[in-house]
């Protein structure tokens, strides 16, 4: 089956770090793009983060940025997101994808998401 696989998700207060992860099966991880997305209650899908093929490039959408860090590990067909200052509005499903588009980023297959909750 060719789908990303999220985990690492959880309950967490606000301030503190996470990271979750994404490991690819079924398709050539170290040739795609990789990108994070996520997907509060009520609200759009929206992008987060997205990293090269070799993971010389990466950028962020602005509401996480310098908070956020996407890397990855192609010998462990495995993409993360350090996520860390955690705020409230950080809740949402997060979601990993392949990217067929860089800028702007298009996701073309993705993952089944992990919750991250964070208190206030």
């Known amino acids: 089956q060719v789908q990303p696989v999220e985990f690492g998700g959880g309950l967490v207060q606000a301030g503190a770090s996470l990271r979750i992860s994404c490991r690819g099966s079924g398709f050539a991880f170290g040739r795609n793009a990789m990108g994070w997305y996520r997907q509060a209650p009520g609200k759009e899908r929206e992008f987060v983060a997205a990293i090269s093929w070799s993971g010389n490039y990466t950028y962020y959408a602005d509401s996480v940025k310098g908070r956020f860090t996407i890397s990855r590990d192609n010998a462990k067909n495995t993409v993360y997101l350090q996520m860390n200052s955690l705020k409230p509005e950080d809740t949402a499903v997060y979601y990993c994808?392949?990217?067929?588009?860089?800028?702007?980023?298009?996701?073309?297959?993705w993952g089944q998401g992990t919750q991250v909750t964070v208190s206030s």
């Open positions: 994808a392949t990217l067929m588009g860089w800028r702007p980023p298009k996701a073309n297959v």
